[in-house]
């Protein structure tokens, strides 16, 4: 196995080897990376672990109807079995199922039980997130100060604001301008409309709660593409929602439809898939890094580059053990780890908490397409002061839908099959995506024996709920009901589906931004307090968690530093 404190030095293959920047992963936040970089002149190498897909020729399923999948996309009871921590994510199935890691292939160790849902492909789990796209207000950066848990952010809303612009623009985010505080206003592109079920629970919401905004679902999709969308070669979203298998019109925001093909057209991308990074090379004498080694997954050849400035972006807990795994004799903890925080402060979002019932609508009216977002009810909880006896907040999302319908009587014959054709009644439902509080105790560190196919150290995940989750879950079911209720809602059902941390699939933290070197891993700009050279961009920087979908963060931080770190190389040569 590669010696991590020996550089694999020999000066011609150096010189191939060299690149002005290197993007560790090419995933949401990786492929944004990418793109700013290539645009600002870099010749730019990205090193992806999983094999390489190319936007519509390798979504094999995109166009497939659900009658042709031998088991109409359900998973056989023998794939459940043999992958027991990522059937339980929502999206693995029949048609989706090449997108996500499966449990064997990549071990790591559950110290308490993690459900680590990943996507090994360029491309990442851009292909197959759920888009929805919030932005972060004041509320939810100043949070941690105000309420006095984790470290305060080193930003505030005002230094990302005119990034998150910027990213919208490029990528194609629908959603109305509401003026609601705690999720600023974008620039979004026309939002997909509310039925006239959930046109009703707006208006009752709103009419009940003075403080309780409903707004549509702000999601990264072209509901009216502009021509920069067009020039990216994408097309308007035809509302089929089967938008994990990839889609082939670019109807929504993926690293594969959109950022790396740009990056590409700039002439300075180099995209090496089948590169398992191991770690990021210290320099000593020069007191930064000088590179990334990588193990080839086909090979398993140990092999060196080499750039000026690192962005990490292999996925909040990927980066974290890559950081760990960067051991020199200036950090033997980790690479810029002189605080001892990382790997710490691991965080998650709660997603246990869900409402559902029945409404009695109007049953002659239906609604146009399959509409890919859903509505959202931006957090109220905690928003100036401390008002619950918990900390933190929850987004809720929400929406009506018509159900399946359930003829009774004899389940065979041409009445039978003629009553399935008819819709079933209005059903209405609200889930949460919660707050959950940065604790040092939730973390990960390496294995100390046990190695992945690659010889490099396996995770331990060891992160857990607090009383403080409990008390959130507890209030979200409380008041949805309520709210289901006061909209006129009938059989309303509360149930908390005691996912384990990591089922959400917002891994953050560990490599956490703040203001002071001693408790913090990154500074504003993203930038290793220790290493300046070295940029970390992705979930893992996240201070705290916020209630709002965190991907178009990533987005815009990353987009933030990239540009803020060429300036730098050009001002201070990195
Ligand atoms: C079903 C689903 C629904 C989701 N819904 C939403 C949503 O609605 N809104 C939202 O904001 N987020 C959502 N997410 C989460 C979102 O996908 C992630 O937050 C986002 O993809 C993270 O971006 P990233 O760049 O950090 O990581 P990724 O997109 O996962 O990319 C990381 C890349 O790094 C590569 N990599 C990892 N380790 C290494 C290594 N050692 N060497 C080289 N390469 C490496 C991986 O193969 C991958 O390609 C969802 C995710 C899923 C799966
Ligand atoms: S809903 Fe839109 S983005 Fe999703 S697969 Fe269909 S056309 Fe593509």
């Known amino acids: 196995m590669p010696d ?21 992963g090419s995933g949401i936040s990786g492929g944004w990376a990418a793109k700013e970089l290539c645009e600002l002149g870099l010749k730019t190498l990205v090193l992806e672990r999983g094999r390489n897909i190319e936007h519509i020729k390798d979504y094999p399923t995109a166009t497939t109807p659900i009658w042709e999948f031998p088991h109409r996309t359900r998973m056989l009871e023998k794939d459940i079995k043999d992958n027991p921590v990522i059937s339980q994510c929502y999206a693995f199935t029949e048609d989706n199922a090449h997108f996500f890691v499966k449990d064997k292939e990549h071990p790591y160790v559950q110290e308490k039980p993690f459900t680590w849902v990943r996507g090994y492909q360029v491309g990442g789990k851009s292909i197959m997130w ?7 207000s004041d509320f939810s950066f100043g949070g941690p ?8 952010w080193p930003i505030r809303y005002a230094d990302v604001e005119k990034w998150y612009g910027h990213v919208e623009r490029f990528a194609g985010i629908c959603g109305n301008k509401d003026g609601v505080p705690d999720i600023p206003d974008g620039d979004y592109l026309p939002p997909f409309e509310m039925n006239c079920v959930e046109q009703e629970m707006k208006r009752k919401i709103s009419e009940k709660y003075k403080d309780r905004y409903m707004v549509h679902g702000r999601w990264a999709h072209l509901t009216k593409p502009n021509p920069i969308h067009l020039e990216q070669g994408r097309g308007q979203c035809q509302a089929r929602d089967l938008c994990t298998r990839g ?14 093909p740009w990056a590409k057209k ?107 977002s859903q509505p959202m009810i931006a957090n109220y909880r905690n928003l100036g002061k401390q008002d619950t006896d918990f900390i933190g907040g929850y987004l809720t999302f929400c929406g009506a839908y018509r159900g399946g319908a359930n ?13 399935l054709t008819e819709p079933g009644g209005w059903r209405v439902f609200m889930y949460m995506q919660g707050e959950v509080v940065p604790r040092e105790a939730n973390h990960v560190r390496l294995h100390p024996d046990l190695k992945d196919p690659y010889g490099i150290p396996q995770l331990i995940t060891s992160v857990s709920y607090t009383d403080n989750d409990e008390k959130l879950l507890k209030d979200f079911l409380d008041q949805s009901k309520e709210m289901m209720e006061a909209i006129g809602c009938t059989n309303v059902v509360q149930h908390d589906n005691k ?6 699939i917002h891994e953050m933290g560990g490599c956490r931004m703040g203001k002071d070197p001693k408790t913090s891993m990154l500074n504003k700009w993203n930038q290793l307090h220790h290493c300046s050279n070295v940029f970390v961009t992705d979930g893992a920087c996240m201070t705290s968690t916020g209630n709002q979908s965190p991907s178009i963060l990533y987005m815009t931080l990353t987009a933030r530093a990239a540009n803020y770190a060429v300036g730098e190389m050009k001002k201070m040569n990195l």
């Open 4 to 24: 991590t404190t020996q550089v694999n030095i020999n000066n011609k293959a150096q010189a191939q080897n060299t690149y002005d920047a290197i993007v560790i």
């Open 130 to 136: 759920g888009r929805a796209c919030q932005r972060w």
């Open 145 to 152: 100060a105000r309420m006095g848990y984790a470290v305060d």
């Open 247 to 260: 889609c082939p019109y670019g109807g929504y925001f993926s690293s594969v439809s959109s950022t790396l």
């Open 266 to 372: 700039t002439g300075n991308l180099t995209i090496r898939p089948h590169s398992v990074v191991h770690s990021i090379i210290y320099d000593e004498k020069k007191g930064k890094a000088s590179g990334v080694r990588i193990i080839d997954a086909n090979t398993k050849e140990s092999i060196d580059y080499f750039a000026r400035i690192i962005f990490v972006n292999a996925a909040a807990m990927n980066s974290n053990l890559i950081l760990l795994n960067s051991k020199s004799n200036r950090f033997p903890n980790g690479l810029g780890n002189d605080s001892g925080i990382l790997g710490k402060y691991v965080a998650h979002h709660n997603y246990r908490g869900s409402v559902n019932g029945d409404y009695d609508g109007p049953e002659d009216k239906y609604y146009f397409g399959r509409n890919p």
């Open 407 to 419: 003829p009774q009587g004899d389940q065979i014959g041409a009445d039978y099959k003629e009553a």
């Open 499 to 504: 996912w384990a941390p990591g089922l959400d």
